[in-house]
């Protein structure tokens, strides 16, 4: 098909993706105020329902997707689909009536779209006692998933943000990183978790080591851990407030999954907590506030309410070229520990989800599937003293404790000749690339493969963490602060850009620093079962 030559430095990108991003979506998403507390705008006095907060799609595929906003007041939910701008011919999609019992929230589920289109949207929201009262649209763009083989895909992926004190900074001019990351025109952009930090509090000021001061856009929910719901809702405004965040949500379309910090720092389930600045010692509690908060803040296809037992971990289908397996390594895992059980049927996956993982893997007719981690595999994650947060815990041996499901997965992609898979993931506030290898392994019934790292996008910077040999991880590249908790000022915000090739298939990784440096290139071959 034909290409243009890119100017970002990010090689050839089909030249479809210059339809992609309308000047109506750009200049809409623009015109959204920054909200701030006591905001009064034109709407609201009118007594007319507003979407101030932007609009947002997700999990879209070749045929469906979903459409989220959020309302000031009671509404009814109304989206429009156009292949123009203009909006002529336009298709129309009856929502819900978003009210309080969702924070104002709604979503609407698209669905029988054609493949490989652009799809054009607008959210009208309209009082629901009075259909003529209704506010100004908000306008939006996606492009579904490619029917066929031939057509390229680009995706993005991060993650946290809005972590250790470091919020929406005016003087950075909030959240450069969104904007950077817009002008690649990506397909969709893959959240890998900490999406926010219930657990960490934004004060109006902080010193930098340098004397100077860095600030901070504050609200009442960010002033505090996050215990209630209100407050967890709170959280996912906060980031919304941020103009280059909404610019981003109209144009590209969200892949979102969680970690730890939508509940609080190393959670696990059935935890008690024992830290002051908590009333709520319960984290079963706080998580499942949580999760109701982020299912009413982000479009999750398996989510409530289309999906009321509330999965983060699903597959999300993206054409012939590239499967999405988003995992929950948060919500059905064991107890943190020093992590040398003999035998640990749960795992960090829990049985189901490992049964389903291995099961869709094996269905899977893509050629490439990418295995969204929200943890990594080989890298030494503690918790505290003892315990430890992630997969490894530094015993380079046989697999023990967590790593037990790992092997059993790996040995299950080998064996039933899965082609394709890569590991991406974020967590570790660095960027790297590790290619595991049963050669330098003491596991050795696994085929090679690639995990790529990166995040965060803004957030603090921490030191590279120790490799665990048991599953042979070499690391052709790392690239991390050398001292804990280093402010976005001094650098390391990182996101990573993945290409797939229509023509050829193949998968070319490119991690890159906020700022527009790639750092580190690497291609795949499509077809094998190791790389």
Known sequence: MAERTRSDGGGPAPARRAVLRGSLAASAALS????GAGSAPAQARRGRPSAEWGVQAGDVTSSSGLVWVRSDRRARMLVETSATESFRHARRWQGPVVGPDTDFTGRTPLRGLPPGETVHYRVTLAD??????????????FRTAPARRRESVRFLWSGDLAGQGWGI???????PIFEEMRRLHPDFFLCSGDTIYADSPITEKVELPDGKIWRNVTTEEKSKVAETLGEFRGNFRYN???EKLRRFNAQVPWIVQWDDHEVLNNWYPGEILDDDRYTVKDVDTLAARSLRAFSEYFPVSTLPPKDEEGRVYRVVH???LLDVFVLDM????NKNSPGKQPDD???ILGERQLKWLKRELSRSRAVWKVIASDMPLGLVVPDGKTDFEAVAQGDPGAPLGRELQIAELLRHIKRDRITGTVWFTTDVHYTSAQRYDPERAAFKDFAPFWEFVSGPMNAGGFAALKLDGTFGPEQPFVKAPTKANTPPTEGGQYFGQVDIDGESGELTVRLREEGGEVLFTKTLQPGRVGQ
């Open 169 to 175: 900074n005016p003087d950075r001019g909030g959240y």
């Open 330 to 333: 948060r919500s059905f895992r």
């Open 128 to 141: 629901p006692d009075d259909p003529r009262r209704s506010g100004e649209p908000v306008y939006g763009t």
């Open 32 to 35: 959204v105020p920054l909200l």
């Open 318 to 320: 993206h054409g012939p």
């Open 240 to 242: 919304l407030l941020d």
């Open 345 to 347: 049927a749960q795992g």
